[in-house]
C-alpha cells in the first residue's frame, strides 16, 4: 500500500522518539538535501535554545540511549558516546555536508562507524555524510538545543565538568557613543528614538538600533569638513545609515569617523575595529575607507573590514562588487569572495560565514584556535582570561551572541578539552 508522506517536523518527532519506518528514513534523507528544509531545522533548533544551560549528566546518558537507538535502525554499532559542545577540530573525517549551520557541532566519522550494514537495514542513499547529518541534528532535537554538539566513536560520555563561577557575565548589545563635530558626545543606547541632533545640513535621528543621516538640502561646500564620529565599547554594536545610503555595521570596540553629509568629492570615512559595509553605489563619488595606513576604495559593494589589533592584521573579505587595497605602495584587487591579509596576501576562498558571522549574531568558530576564540570573548563580554595550563586544540562550531558567557564556556567545557573557573569578569584557563 503507498504510504502518504508527511511533514517535515512530524519527521523529525518521529526520528526524535526512534519511530521512522524505513521509507520515512529516506524521505527526511532526501529533505535534509534541500536548503528550505535544512532552514527549517535551523529555525527550529534556534528556537529551543535556552534549554541547554539546565542539562545534567542524566541528560548525557539519556541521549546516549537515544543515539544508540537510531543507530541500530541505521545498522551502526552503539556505544559510540556523545559528547556534548563543540566540536574540536583535531582531524575530523567526513563533515557534514555544509555543516550543520545555527550551531550544531560538525557531525564527523572518524574511522568507517557507519560503513557496514546500514545498506540492509534501510533504503537510504548511501552516503555517510547525509546519515550522520540528521542523526546530529536529531541528537540536538533530543537536547532541546542548537547548542553545539559532536558526535564521536569512543566510550560514554561521562558527566560534563560545569564552569564555576560566582557572577554571570551578560552578553554585550547595541550600545554606542557618537561623538558630534563640536565634541559633545550622546549615548546612543540611553537615546530616545527620532531626532538627536542637527550637524551642517543632515539632520541625525535615532530609529531603533540604527542611527540615520538624512540631508536636508543641498550640501553646503563647508559640511564635510565637519566630522561626526562613532564609538562602540566592549560589549557593543551599532548599525548607521550614512547620509548618501551607504549602510555600516559597527562591532564591539569599533569606531567610524565621517561626514555628516558628503560633499562633491570622494566619500571618505575613517574606521577602526572591525565593521561590515554596503556602500551606496555613486560611480561619480568613489568610497573610501582609511584604516590605519590602508586605503580600501570601492564603488558600489559589501565587504567587511577586521582591523582589531590584537587580530595581527588587517584583513579585507569582499561580499559584493570590487575593491581596491592599498598600503605601502602595494596594491590588492578584490572580487567577491576573496579575502586580502593587509595588501600584500591574497585569499581565494576565504570562510565568508565565519568572517561575517558577528554581524549575524553568531560566534563562528572553524578550527578556531582557543586564544583565537577568547579573543572574541573578551571583545564581547568585557573579561580578561588567564592561562594557568597551556590548551591546544581547536573549534568548530556556532555560539549565538546573546547568551551570557557561562553558556558559552559550557559548551567549551563540553568538548572535553578545556574548563573554565569564572571570577566575576576574570576566567582561569586550565585542562580538563
Request: no cysteine.
Amino acid at each position: 500500500m503507498h504510504q502518504s508522506k508527511v511533514s517535515f517536523k512530524e519527521l523529525i518527532d518521529l526520528l526524535s522518539s526512534d519511530q521512522l519506518s524505513p521509507e520515512q528514513h529516506f524521505q527526511l534523507a532526501e529533505m535534509l538535501d534541500q536548503p528550505e528544509y535544512r532552514a527549517e531545522l535551523e529555525e527550529m533548533l534556534r528556537h529551543s535554545y535556552y534549554h541547554l544551560a539546565d542539562r545534567t549528566a542524566d541528560s548525557v546518558e539519556a541521549a546516549q540511549g537515544f543515539l544508540d537507538a537510531i543507530r541500530r535502525r541505521m545498522g551502526q554499532p552503539a556505544e559510540s558516546g556523545v559528547g556534548a559542545g563543540l566540536g574540536v577540530g583535531t582531524g575530523l573525517g567526513d563533515a557534514v555536508d555544509g555543516g550543520v549551520s545555527a550551531g550544531l557541532g560538525v557531525a564527523a566519522d572518524r574511522g568507517g562507524v557507519a560503513d557496514r550494514g546500514a545498506e540492509e537495514a534501510l533504503a537510504i542513499v548511501g552516503i555517510r555524510r547525509r546519515r550522520w547529518y540528521w542523526v546530529a541534528a536529531a541528537a540536538v532535537l533530543f537536547f532541546g538545543s542548537i547548542g553545539l554538539y559532536l558526535l564521536l566513536p569512543g566510550k560514554r560520555a561521562s558527566p560534563p565538568v560545569v564552569a564555576v563561577h560566582t557572577r554571570d557575565v551578560l552578553p554585550g548589545g547595541n550600545k554606542a557613543i557618537l561623538v558630534l563635530a563640536d565634541k559633545t558626545t550622546i549615548s546612543l543606547d540611553s537615546a530616545s528614538s527620532g531626532t538627536v541632533a542637527t550637524q551642517g545640513q543632515s539632520n541625525v535621528f535615532k530609529s531603533g538600533h540604527s542611527l540615520v543621516y538624512e540631508p536636508t538640502e543641498r550640501v553646503a561646500p563647508d559640511t564635510a569638513m565637519l566630522f561626526n564620529t562613532v564609538i562602540t565599547p566592549t560589549g557593543g554594536q551599532y548599525h548607521l545609515v550614512l547620509s548618501d545610503g551607504t549602510k555600516v555595521w559597527l562591532d564591539s570596540r569599533s569606531s567610524l569617523q565621517f561626514p555628516p553629509a558628503f560633499g562633491k568629492g570622494s566619500r571618505e570615512v575613517k574606521m577602526t575595529g572591525q565593521a561590515y559595509f554596503e556602500v551606496a553605489d555613486n560611480p561619480a563619488h568613489p568610497f573610501l575607507v582609511h584604516v590605519g595606513d590602508r586605503t580600501v576604495s570601492v564603488l558600489g559593494t559589501k565587504f567587511n573590514i577586521n582591523a582589531f589589533p590584537e587580530e595581527g592584521m588587517v584583513k579585507t573579505t569582499l561580499a559584493e562588487g570590487s575593491v581596491k587595497v592599498q598600503s605601502e605602495g602595494h596594491v590588492l584587487l578584490l572580487h567577491p569572495g576573496q579575502q586580502a591579509m593587509e595588501s600584500r596576501q591574497l585569499v581565494e576562498h576565504p570562510d565568508m560565514e565565519e568572517t561575517l558571522a558577528w554581524k549575524e549574531g553568531l560566534f563562528r568558530f572553524n578550527n578556531a584556535t582557543l586564544p583565537a576564540v577568547t579573543r572574541q570573548l573578551t571583545r564581547w563580554y568585557g573579561v580578561d582570561f588567564i592561562y594557568k595550563d597551556s590548551v591546544r586544540a581547536s573549534f568548530v562550531g556556532d555560539v549565538p551572541r546573546e547568551v551570557p558567557l557561562s553558556r558559552v564556556l559550557r559548551l567549551l567545557e563540553l568538548t572535553k578539552h578545556v574548563r573554565f573557573d569564572i571570577n566575576n569578569k576574570t576566567i582561569t584557563i586550565m585542562k580538563y
